[in-house]
C-alpha cells in the first residue's frame, strides 16, 4: 500500500489483518512506529472527530502530529495541469505536495466535494493530486467519494459486535435530512461490506442512487465474497431481519447543481426514512450505526441511539485503532 | 474533584493544596504526571493566554495537547435535550462530550456567554453540558459565570505579593470600557477571595451588580472564612488602604440585552472609573492586578500597571503553573 | 545574536557559520538543542510552508512547537505607545509579547504589512514591537521588510547547487503578478547575497525600486565582500550569463496606496517580465529559483519550474535546515 485512498486501496485479506492489528492496538494503546516521524493532517474543511483521532493516533504512536487548515470552505489550490495561474489560486497542488512532502513523513487529507460538478467531483481532484505529487505516503481523510478510514472503523466494529460478518446481513439506509451531504460515507461503508462479503440491502428513494462506478465495485467485491448487494427503496425491506442497520442521509447526484428541487422532492420523505424504535424491532437484535455527527429527531430518534443497540460510540473510537493501524502499515 | 468548574469545585483547604503544589511546579516546571495522556481543549472563543497557558502546562508535565476550535463567535452545538434536530445545530453536544472522551484523558472547554439571554447564559449550558456527558474529566477555561483558573492564579499571585491574604483589605473593582464584557473573571476573584477570608470591597456603579447567587455564594464563603463582602459605588471608597486593587470591566445584567442603553448609561462614568496613580496612592502600598488583555489608558493608566506594583504579569505566568496543579490533581 | 530580524542581524561570518550548521542538520536531522523548550509562533497572517516547517525543525531538535494565529488579514494589537486604547484595539503589543514570554522560550513571528502606509510598514511595527518587549528571542518569519528565513535558505541553496558563491553572477528579477506582493522576499535575497560577495544583478521595471535603505546596505555590504549591485530595466540584461536566476515579484512603493494604477502601469509589462525557457537560456547553465508560493504561467513557465535547473523545492525544505540553525543558536 502506498497511499490509502479509498476501501479499495486494501485488499479484503489486508483488510481483516488491518482490523486485526487495530484490535491489538485497542488493547495496548501505545507504540514507537511513528518514532521521529511526523503526519501532516491538511484540512480543505473543518473537523472534530477526524483531526482528533489521527492527531491523538500518531501521538500513541511515537509521532508528531501537525494540522494545517487551508481554508474555510473553498478550494484554494490549484489542481489542472499546464493552466496559467492568473486566477484566484496562489498555488499550484504540485507544488503544494511536493514541498510539503519534504518536511512530513505522512500526508493525510481531507477535501470534500466542491458541489459544482460531480463530474469533477467525483474525481477528487485534490486528494488524487495529492496522491500524485506527494513523494511520501498519502491518507484520504474524507473526499467527494471515499471516507475510507470511516469504513475501516465500520468494519472493525461490526466485528466486535456480531463477529464474523460473513453472509450477515446489513442495511445501510438512506435517511431524511435538510441539506444535501456527501456521499463518501455510504460509498465507503457499502464497498467494506461488500469486502466482507455480506448480504447488503441498500435502501434509498428512488432518485437517490449511489455512483454507477461504486455500484459494480460493490457488486464485483460482494459476489467474489460470497455475499450480495440488494438496492430495495423502503428503509421497512431493507431493515427486516438486519444484523447491522447502518444510517445515513446524502444527496442525490441527478439534483446535484439544483439543491432546492432536491429539497422540494424529499419533503414527502422526512418521516418514512428515520431510524426509529419501530424500525429496529424488525431486525434481527441488529445494532444502530452512524458515522457521526449525527441529527438526533432527524436521522434517528434519540431512544434508538441512546439504547444498548447503538454502536456509535464504538464507531467513533475505533476510528483510532484503525487509523494507528493505517499509520503504522503505511510507513513500514 | 471529579471536573474543575468553578471556584467551589475546590474547598478552602483544598484549594490552599492546590496552590502550593503551584508554588513548587513554579520552583520545578517538569513532571511527568501527565505522561501518555492527551489533554483536550475546546475553544468556542478565540484565546491566546488561555489556549498558550494550557498547552504548555500540558507539554511540560509530559503530556499531549491538542486544541480544537469550534466555531468564531457562535455555538455550533445543541445542547438542549430532546429535540428535534432540524435547524442549525448539526451535532448534540452529548454526542461531542462522548466522542472526544473516547480520545482524550482531560477536556478543557472555553464557551463564551451567546448574550441571548442571562437566564440561560448564567447556567454555562455547554461547559455544564461537557460536564454533564463526558466521560473524563473537564475544566471550565471561562464560561459566562467563571473563569476558574485565573481565579487560582490571581489568589496565587497575590499571596506571593503580599503573603497570607486573611482578613487583608482587597478591592476589586469596576472599571469604565467601551463594550459590555463578561463576568467570569470579577465573580471568580470574588469567590476566592473570600475563600481566602480576606476583607473585600467590591466596587461598582449602580446597575452594574453581579448575579444575586455569586453574590450569595460570596457572603457565606468569606464569613466562614472569617472574612466579608461589602459592596460600595465608588472606586475611591474601595481602594482606601486596600493591599490590592483588582480592576476588571463588565456588562450590567439588567441591560443585558439592550447594550445601546448600557453604552448610554456609563457614559459619565468613564473617568471616576478607571485606575490612576491618584487611586493608587490611596491604597495601603497595594498592587494592581487585572487578567489581562487590557485596554491601558482606559481600565488603567499606563503609570500604574508598567509600575513595580503591578502583579499583571505574574498574574499571567502563574496561570501556568496552577493549571498544572490542577493538571496533575484532576488526573491523579 | 539576541534576536534574528533581518539578514543584517548576522554578520558574513556569522551567516557562514549557520549555513555550516545547516548542512550538518541536513545530513542528520534529529537533535536535542531544544529539549524541554517551548517555541510560540504567532502568525498574524495564513502560512503553509512557514509553519509546517518551523514546526517541524522545532520538534526535530526536541522541543515543542506551539501556533497562535492572531487574525485574518488584520493586526489585533496596538504597537503605538501611549495611546488611550478606546478604538479597534483591544491589548497592547507590550503586554502580548511580555505575557507569552513568560510561557515560551522563543517566540516567532509574521506581521504581514498592513498597506496602508509604507513609512510606518517599513518600520515593522509588530516584529519590532515584539523584539522591544519580548524577554525571549524574536525571530522574523516575514514582516513588510524582511524574510530572513527565506534568505538563508536561499543562500543554502545556492552554494549547494552553484558552490562558493562570491562573485557569482546572480540575476534577482521582478516578475509580474496580478497582485501588488511585498518586497520582504527580495530585500532578503538581495542582502543575503550581498553578504556573500555575489556579483548581483537586479533587474525590474522603473517606478519598482526597492526600499532606498535596503538599497544601500546592499551596496555596502556588496563592496566589503569584493562584490556589487548592479540594477537594470530589463530582466533579459540581468540573466545573461548569471549562475542564478531568482524571480520575484513586488508592489511599487510608489503606488502603495493606488493598487489600481499599479495595476493598469504594469498591464504591459505581462510577457517581458516572466521566466521562459528563451531567458534561462541567456544564463550560463543557471538554476531557477523562488521562495513558493508561485503562479505557474505567470511567473514563471512550468518547462522551466520543471526542469532540473529548477531548485525550488530544495529552496523549501532547506527552510526547514536553517531555521534549525537559527532555534540551536538562538537559545545556546
Excluded at 489542472?80 to 495561474?85: A, F, L, S
Excluded at 467525483?122 to 505516503?137: C, M, N
Excluded at 464497498?191 to 464485483?220: C, Y
Excluded at 447491522?244 to 446535484?256: L, P
Aim: hydrophobic letters at 40%; a neutral charge; glycine letters at 6%.
Amino acid at each position: 500500500m502506498r497511499h490509502f485512498l479509498s476501501p479499495t486501496s486494501l485488499s479484503p485479506e489486508r483488510t481483516r489483518e488491518i482490523l486485526t492489528m487495530a484490535d491489538q492496538l485497542k488493547l495496548n494503546r501505545f507504540g514507537d512506529a511513528l518514532k521521529n516521524k511526523s503526519v501532516g493532517m491538511v484540512f480543505f474543511n473543518p473537523s472534530l472527530r477526524t483531526r482528533t483521532s489521527m492527531d491523538i493516533a500518531t501521538y500513541e504512536l511515537g509521532g508528531h502530529p501537525l494540522t494545517l487548515n487551508i481554508g474555510q470552505g473553498t478550494w484554494s489550490l490549484e489542481h489542472r495541469e499546464g493552466i496559467v495561474m492568473d486566477g484566484e489560486y496562489a498555488e499550484h497542488i504540485k507544488d503544494a505536495a511536493r514541498v510539503l512532502s519534504r518536511y512530513v513523513d505522512i500526508l493525510a487529507v481531507r477535501a470534500f466535494p466542491e458541489r459544482k460538478s460531480w463530474g469533477i467531483d467525483r474525481q477528487d481532484p485534490i486528494i488524487e493530486g495529492f496522491a500524485k505529487y506527494a513523494t511520501v505516503p498519502v491518507i484520504n481523510l474524507e473526499g467527494a467519494m471515499h471516507h475510507p478510514c470511516q469504513g475501516l472503523a465500520d468494519m472493525m466494529t461490526i466485528r466486535e459486535r456480531i463477529g464474523e460478518p460473513k453472509a450477515q446481513p446489513i442495511a445501510i439506509t438512506w435517511a431524511w435530512h435538510p441539506k444535501a451531504l456527501p456521499m463518501a460515507v455510504p460509498n465507503s461503508i457499502l464497498l467494506e461490506a461488500a469486502k466482507a462479503g455480506m448480504d447488503i440491502r441498500l435502501a434509498h428513494p428512488k432518485g437517490w442512487e449511489l455512483d454507477d462506478e461504486i455500484m459494480q465495485t460493490a457488486q464485483n467485491l460482494a459476489t467474489a465474497q460470497g455475499g450480495g448487494v440488494r438496492v430495495v427503496h423502503s428503509m421497512k425491506d431493507a431493515v427486516e431481519g438486519a444484523k447491522v442497520v447502518y444510517a445515513k442521509s446524502w444527496g442525490s447526484i441527478q439534483h446535484y447543481r439544483s439543491p432546492d428541487d432536491e429539497t422540494r422532492l424529499k419533503m414527502s420523505l422526512r418521516n418514512e426514512w428515520r431510524v426509529t424504535e419501530e424500525q429496529m424491532a424488525r431486525t434481527d437484535a441488529g445494532i444502530f450505526m452512524h458515522c457521526l455527527p449525527v441529527r438526533r429527531g432527524v436521522i434517528v430518534d434519540d431512544a434508538v441511539i441512546d439504547s444498548p443497540q447503538s454502536a456509535v460510540y464504538d464507531e467513533a473510537e475505533n476510528r483510532l485503532h484503525v487509523q494507528k493501524a493505517i499509520l503504522a502499515s503505511i510507513v513500514s
